[in-house]
T-cell receptor
Framework: NAGVTQTPKFQVLKTGQSMTLQCAQDMNHEYMSWYRQDPGMGLRLIHYSVGAGITDQGEVPNGYNVSRSTTEDFPLRLLSAAPSQTSVYFC?????????????FGPGTRLTVL | LAKTTQPISMDSYEGQEVNITCSHNNIATNDYITWYQQFPSQGPRFIIQGYKTKVTNEVASLFIPADRKSSTLSLPRVSLSDTAVYYCLVGSNDYKLSFGAGTTVTVRA
């Protein structure tokens, strides 16, 4: 199993540009989520999904959109990039999102917005 | 969702035991305690989870007193490769896990 994969690894955007961060998992997990991590800080939840066709907002959803058309994929869209969105983005998945389920994280995407 | 408090940083030397205590005074009856480890430039990874008393695996031990208002992650005989940030998570709020700032453990030779 590849686990959780994310592309790209690095990305530089200009203010106002849009882009999609890709996330895929091959563990047949129902629950997927996106976090952002700013320097020296913990992870903050952006959006999550408990299954295909179902998404919900996390702690910091503004400026981001998600969709879940398949169990495997959970892309994160930046609608109009801003310097405040410069961060490292992690995608995670778990069996069903229960607190006793192990969360598996991807390697991250380092995004810089100029 | 239980609020957790853990030290910002800890220093240690190779071969020593490292104990990180997490306070969670308002833990709910059905909450579990979970620890994750994050190496630089990587995503977090699960270390250990427990509900009460003691849990041990090949990586760490987790000690939980009877009142469950705190927990201690114990890393035996650390090496340089154990340098990482360690997060204590307690419970979840409708599928939302909360990662605080974590404890940065630095192991020196």
């Amino acid at each position: 199993n590849a686990g959780v994969t994310q592309t790209p690894k690095f990305q530089v955007l200009k203010t106002g540009q849009s882009m999609t961060l890709q996330c895929a998992q091959d563990m047949n997990h129902e629950y997927m989520s996106w976090y952002r991590q700013d320097p020296g800080m913990g992870l903050r939840l952006i959006h999550y999904s408990v299954g295909a066709g179902i998404t919900d907002q996390g702690e910091v959803p503004n400026g981001y959109n998600v969709s879940r058309s398949t169990t495997e994929d959970f892309p994160l869209r930046l609608l109009s990039a801003a310097p405040s969105q410069t961060s490292v983005y992690f995608c995670a998945s778990s069996l069903q999102g229960a607190e006793t389920d192990t969360q598996y994280f991807g390697p991250g995407t380092r995004l810089t917005v100029l | 969702l239980a609020k957790t408090t853990q030290p910002i940083s800890m220093d240690s030397y190779e071969g020593q035991e490292v104990n990180i205590t997490c306070s969670h005074n308002n833990i709910a009856t059905n909450d579990y305690i979970t620890w994750y480890q994050q190496f630089p430039s990587q995503g977090p990874r699960f270390i250990i989870q427990g509900y009460k008393t003691k849990v041990t695996n090949e990586v760490a031990s987790l000690f939980i007193p009877a009142d469950r208002k705190s927990s201690t992650l114990s890393l035996p005989r650390v090496s340089l490769s154990d340098t990482a940030v360690y997060y204590c998570l307690v419970g979840s709020n409708d599928y939302k896990l909360s990662f605080g700032a974590g404890t940065t453990v630095t192991v020196r030779a």
